[in-house]
């Protein structure tokens, strides 16, 4: 009974994370958003989670299973690696600098987001208790 219970949290988690990214899909097709559709499903996700519309309970199961086997996603990188060997030695130079600048951008972008976050967290809470 426990395993069925475990396998059927599992498929809920699966299914909720799917459906968030299906969900940002849909509407940066429709409203033109100029974001990934992960990006976007992250927000919509972490905004649900914090507004308690999605429980953590459901899916944390899935989250764990994913973690536990990220490795498994990027082997597929490591292969992509050998195989255009030739071109990433030849142009080394290029693939540095676009990685220093976007990492530093989205070190920057990130803290951006995470400090505007908090203040709304903070802004929600006071709202609440005020209420």
């Known amino acids: 009974m426990e395993k069925i219970k475990l396998i059927l949290n599992f498929i809920l988690g699966f299914i909720i994370l799917t ?28 905004f649900a989670l914090v507004e308690g519309i999605i429980k953590e309970e459901w899916i944390k199961t899935t989250s764990e299973f994913l973690i536990k086997n990220m490795a498994m996603f990027i082997v597929p990188f490591m292969g992509g690696l050998v195989v255009y060997k030739h071109m990433i030695m030849k142009n080394w130079l290029v693939i540095l600098v676009v990685i220093f600048v976007t990492t530093t951008l989205m070190i920057i972008i990130t803290g951006l987001f995470v ?9 929600h809470k006071m709202r609440k208790n005020h209420d």
Do not use: D, M, N, T
């Open 115 to 123: 400090e505007y976050g908090l203040k709304f967290l903070r802004l």
């Open 19 to 46: 459906g968030f990214y299906f969900v940002s899909s849909v509407i940066i097709k429709f409203l033109h958003v100029p974001l990934s559709p992960v990006i976007l499903g992250l927000i919509l996700f972490a």
